[in-house]
């Protein structure tokens, strides 16, 4: 199998010796692509469907109290891992919020 690496596409040359190979192999026809060129672009199927990904983390500093900070590392399963459960709570707290916002038990300013 021969690639030729582009940024925006990706060429797959599959020989039918290859292609006999992975049957002999096996594997289903359904698994193995057929002999000949194929072309593949990256990201194209995030770019069709309008999605854009975004930042999977946000730096910042805060300060935070010392007994606060104590708590979180005691509670996360590995002491390194503290934000984590900072991410965690917080969501939990979102969620609650929004839970109560709906039913009316909760009313922001």
Do not use: C, Q, W
């Amino acid at each position: 199998m021969n690639r030729e690496n582009d940024t925006e596409e990706i060429i797959v040359d599959v020989t039918e010796e290859e292609y006999k190979n992975d049957l002999a192999r096996g594997l289903h026809e359904d698994e193995v692509m057929k002999a000949g060129r194929h072309k593949f672009r990256r990201g194209g199927f995030l770019s069709r469907h309008g999605v854009t990904s975004a930042p999977a983390k946000i730096r910042i500093s805060v300060d935070i109290d010392p007994d606060i900070l104590s708590y979180f590392k005691e509670r996360a399963s590995d002491a390194d891992l503290y934000e984590a459960e900072f991410n965690d709570i917080l969501r939990e707290l979102i969620e609650t919020e929004k839970n109560l916002s709906a039913s009316g038990e909760i009313r922001h300013s």
